[in-house]
């Protein structure tokens, strides 16, 4: 047999302590890490893709995705920073480019981001160095180094302008820089002053505006680097539980520990589990709070409350804005949709689990079900969880008070035993709960294990081992002998024996009837961790502290395979005895066959960021399951050279029973038949309602139907009308077109007439010259009978004379005959072109005259167009005009209305004015009799300072109904101005 493979099918977890650590990849599915890579999850569908990571990385530290949505780079901290980023849209498993730099001190890089195009990558190193390295990571070329702090204060944050390549923000502890990229340097632009306080995120917002935020709880806008809007945010204590039972303590600031923008403004987290979302006021660079989304309790903690209080680490809003996710440091993901949220505006929202809850810290133990596809973790984080490995859900699970440090379920899935720092409990797994019914005194039980036949179990108390059985929960024997912390156990297929490994260097084979040592394997220099044993119960696969893979048979180390360097955590071997997986503590998952080969080999796979704890394989050997130290549970499935599933010889079907108690058996009958006449009555009171409802339709069919023939009689008068108007459009129209003919079947007349007549000359011509050639040929023989007759005497002597004048004049009639055919011939083809001319003229004016003919069409179909647009423009704006007026008369009722208050306030001044002046004249006379009246001069005074006192208060009461009038007189002009303005557009129009 081969090298068997295995295939990460799905993981569990997520890496809190990353940055930037979840993301939208598209509308369906997002993106996180888990593990020592990267996971798509689709959120409809709920199937996952894994990105690996480097393998030599030490763990990721920050995420960016490209705006293009193509390349993810992954800050991975090692020997030295760098940055490796991923084509995931072609290649998922090769790296594009990985990216460092050979003279930089720090291990790592706490933020990156990629400029809007994706050519360009920003990466922030951590410290000694704090240096910020400007990338053209394509070419692996750096084009920008800037020191952004000279101080040990962090930096947390960093990002591009989404508009602008060349202008970079970051954010720290107080750090607030914007960076401008040019001629080769970054340069930094100066804040206003202000006080620098500790920044944890910022975000940009459209016109080149950034919104920061920071530990106190305080929100800071700013435009051109200019302090433009600030907001503090004030947690409330009413929902606090910590403040609650401090009442003394102030209230803390809640931290802004994420922003993220979307398109009417930004959303923020601050303070423990709360979410809230701005929206831009009416005035510029304002903004309102008009939304808190919170996480909800947790109804299977001990303390529900805990849930709320987890810190948002991410925000990651979806590309339509429909859905909004949250990552929190307690490694959860949350999520909400945004539509269904601004149903009940005004009230809280709460966030619900995205898939399901995961681990948050390490998980400890590890168990399978061999008649259900269940899987139990247990975790440091106090929780204990099932899992279903063929649907790939969490089905149940439940928090403690104490942390579980060990898990062991049932064969047949219906009990659960597990392992607490102060008892070892057997459980039943309920449809809806985890509940215990036995507790037994083992402290901090660290290994559990139930038997194969599921009849009894065995438990880790220090260094013995307990076997009880199940049904009587009896104590039946008691394994001593380890002189060290046992660290596993494992029981043989028939039960008969049970095989446990130390830190005492010590692998030892128990009877289980008896709880007699059967066979010992010692070697102090080595501390096992992990052991198995094959099928026929003769050979003992074990791992421990010396980095081998050890092969025990009889008692004796027959075979050890180094494994070059690594540490081995853990082992298991298939139910066939064929394969057998290994457990690393850098995470990486080894395949090995058995026998095991002379030269050791194996295939190596990585998805752990911390060492793997524990392992198991399912009963029917098609999945192998892993957990970690970073509270990651994988689902690998097992294949073969060619990528095919292996498949056992027998199958055994999974049963589907479930445990539930009388009393709940009783509550949920009760609560059945409560609901069952709640649904009775609620069916009468909806065909009641119904009824009501009916009726108030029938009546409001009748007032539509009468309204609807009211507006079909109007519609069909406009349509008449319209028809009206478009009989004499066509008339017009056929008027025209029969003119056009007309005047085209004239032009064509005229141009036949032209061409009649210049072939009538040209045909004159050629009988001229037809005529010219007879005579020239007649006079040459009248010649040549008159030479001959008045020389007849002398014919013989010259006749030789004569002959060659003959010649001569035969050649020239032959010339002048060749020179006639010629010129008919030039006339022949004069008159063929000159038909051929007149022929393409009438073609040419005949295509004009069609064109011109067609275009008249399309224009009359056009202009009918343009008509009935008009025409329902000339609807529309009636409308307006209607609505115009009905506002226009509106505002008169509201200026008479605010004439009539200025009246009344008029009158009132006057009213005023009159009494002060009585007052003022009483004051005078008061002042004569002061002299005659000196034993009333206190009084007096008294009177007076109240007569001030009164004048001042109608002094004050006069200052703003005074400017109550301007305003109403400010408002009475600008309604002139748009009822002018209204009525000037309504003449225009």
């Not at 910020?132 to 920008?144: C, F, M, N, P, T």
């Not at 899935?413 to 409990?425: A, E, N, P, Q, T």
């Not at 589907?656 to 108690?661: A, G, K, P, Q």
């Not at 009159?914 to 000196?934: C, N, S, V, W």
């Amino acid at each position: 047999m081969s090298i068997p493979m295995i295939h990460a099918n799905h993981i569990f977890g997520l890496e809190a302590s990353v940055v930037n650590n979840v993301f939208y990849f598209d509308d369906q599915s997002i993106m996180y890490p888990a593990g020592s890579g990267c996971v798509r999850y689709n959120i409809d569908q709920k199937w996952q893709k894994l990105f690996p990571g480097s393998e030599k990385s030490q763990g990721m530290l920050a995420l960016a995705l490209s705006p293009n949505r193509r390349y993810l780079a992954i800050s991975e901290k090692g020997e030295r920073a760098m940055v490796a980023i991923y084509d995931i849209q072609h290649d998922q498993n090769k790296k594009k480019k990985l990216l460092s730099v050979n003279d930089l001190q720090a291990q790592e890089f706490v933020s990156i981001a990629f400029s809007p195009d994706s050519k360009y990558l920003i990466a922030q190193s951590g410290k000694p160095d704090w240096t910020l390295i400007y990338w053209l990571w394509k070419k692996q070329k750096i084009i920008g180094v800037m020191k952004t702090t000279t101080n040990a204060n962090p930096i947390y944050q960093i990002s591009f302008n989404p508009q602008d390549n060349t202008q970079i923000c970051v954010v720290g502890d107080g750090v607030l820089k914007l960076l401008r990229y040019s001629d080769g340097n970054l340069k930094q632009t100066n804040f206003q002053k202000f006080e620098l306080q500790n920044f944890l995120a910022h975000a940009w917002m459209p016109e080149d505006r950034i919104i920061v935020g920071t530990d106190m709880g305080k929100l800071y806008l700013f435009e051109l680097a200019e302090l433009h809007w600030e907001y503090t945010i004030m947690l409330d204590i009413r929902k606090s539980a910590s403040i609650s039972q401090m009442p003394s303590l102030p209230p803390p600031q809640p931290k802004v520990t994420a922003i993220t923008i979307y398109s009417k403004g930004f959303m923020c987290c601050a303070g423990p589990g709360v979410v809230y979302i701005f929206e831009r006021g009416e005035e510029k660079d304002t903004f309102k709070k008009i939304r808190v989304i919170k996480i909800p309790q947790d109804p299977y903690s001990t303390d529900p409350t805990q849930a709320e209080q987890q810190e948002i680490s991410t925000l990651c809003l979806s590309p339509s804005e429909e859905a909004l996710v949250v990552s929190t440091n307690k490694s959860q993901l949350y999520c909400i949709t945004l539509s269904s949220a601004e149903i009940s505006k005004g009230e809280l929202a709460y966030f619900e689990f995205l898939s399901q809850s995961f681990h948050s810290n390490i998980i400890t133990g590890l168990d399978i079900c061999i008649r259900k596809p269940l899987v139990a973790t247990s975790s440091v984080d106090r929780s204990v969880r099932l899992w279903n490995y063929e649907t790939n859900a969490l089905e149940l699970y439940k928090e403690f008070q104490e942390e579980a440090y060990s898990v062991a379920i049932h064969p047949s899935g219906l009990y659960i035993l597990v392992g607490f720092s102060d008892k070892l409990r057997l459980m039943n797994l309920l449809i809806d709960d985890i509940r215990t019914f036995k507790e037994f005194t083992v402290r901090s039980c660290r290994e559990c294990s139930f038997s194969n036949g599921g009849h009894r179990f065995a438990v880790v108390n220090g260094n013995v081992i307990h076997i009880h059985s199940t049904t009587t929960f009896e104590n039946l024997v008691n394994l001593k002998g380890h002189n060290g912390k046992i660290r596993a156990i494992i029981w043989n297929p028939d039960d008969s024996k049970l095989i446990s490994c130390g830190m005492d260097g010590a692998v030892y084979e128990w009877n289980t009837l008896t709880g007699k040592r059967e066979s010992e394997c010692v070697l102090k220099s080595c501390s096992y961790t992990g052991l198995c044993i094959t099928p026929d119960s003769k050979t003992i696969f074990a791992v421990g502290s010396d980095r081998t893979l050890k092969e025990i048979t009889d008692s004796q180390i027959i075979r050890e395979v180094s494994s070059n360097d690594v540490a081995y955590t853990c082992v298991v071997m298939s139910h066939s005895g064929r394969m057998l997986f290994i457990g690393t503590a850098n995470g990486s998952v080894r395949c090995m066959k058995i026998p095991l080969p002379v030269k050791p080999e194996w295939n190596e796979h990585q998805a752990h960021a911390g060492p793997i704890t524990k392992m198991v394989i399912t009963f029917d050997d098609l999945y192998l399951l892993t957990v970690s130290e970073d509270a990651c549970l994988v689902f690998w499935k097992i294949i073969d050279k060619e990528g095919r599933v292996l498949k056992r010889d027998k199958e055994v079907g999974h049963a589907e029973e479930i445990l539930i108690t009388k009393s709940d058996l009783q509550e949920k009958n009760q609560m059945t038949l409560e609901l069952k006449t709640r649904v009775e009555e609620l069916k009468m009171e909806n065909e009641y309602q119904l009824r009501l409802k009916d009726m108030n339709y029938s009546d409001k069919i009748k007032e539509l139907t009468e309204k609807f023939i009211q507006e079909m009689e109007s519609l069909k008068t406009k349509n008449q009308v319209l028809k009206t108007d478009k009989d004499k459009i066509e008339i017009k129209h056929k008027e025209d077109t029969v003119i056009i003919l007309d005047k085209h079947a004239k032009d064509i007349e005229d141009l036949e007439s032209m061409n009649n007549q210049k072939l009538m000359l040209e045909y004159e011509k050629y009988q001229e010259l037809q005529l010219k050639s007879q005579r020239m040929q007649e006079d040459y023989e009248r010649q040549l009978t008159e030479m001959d007759e008045s020389k007849s005497q002398a014919l013989e002597e010259l006749t030789e004379y004569y002959e060659t004048k003959l010649q001569e004049k035969r050649t020239l009639i032959e010339q002048l005959q060749e020179e006639s055919r010629q010129q008919i011939k030039e006339a022949d083809e004069t008159r063929k072109q000159i038909e051929e001319d007149a022929d393409r003229e009438i073609q040419d004016i005949k295509i004009k005259y069609e064109r011109n003919l067609r275009d008249e069409k399309e224009a009359n179909l056009r202009l009918k167009g343009e008509t009935g647009i008009m025409r329902k423009k000339f609807t529309s704006l009636q409308k307006e005009i209607e609505d115009k007026q009905g506002e226009i008369e509106k505002l008169k009722s509201e200026h008479q209305k605010l004439h009539g208050v200025i009246r009344s306030l008029e009158k009132d001044i006057q009213g005023l004015k009159k009494e002060i002046l009585e007052r003022d004249e009483t004051i005078q006379d008061k002042e004569k009799r002061i002299y005659d009246l000196k034993k009333k001069n206190q009084e007096l005074e008294k009177f007076k300072f109240v007569l001030d006192y009164k004048i001042k208060e109608l002094k004050r009461q006069i200052e703003p109904r005074e400017n109550d009038i301007k305003e109403m007189k400010e408002q009475i002009q600008q309604l002139t101005s748009k009822k002018i303005s209204v009525f000037r557009s309504k003449d225009g129009n």
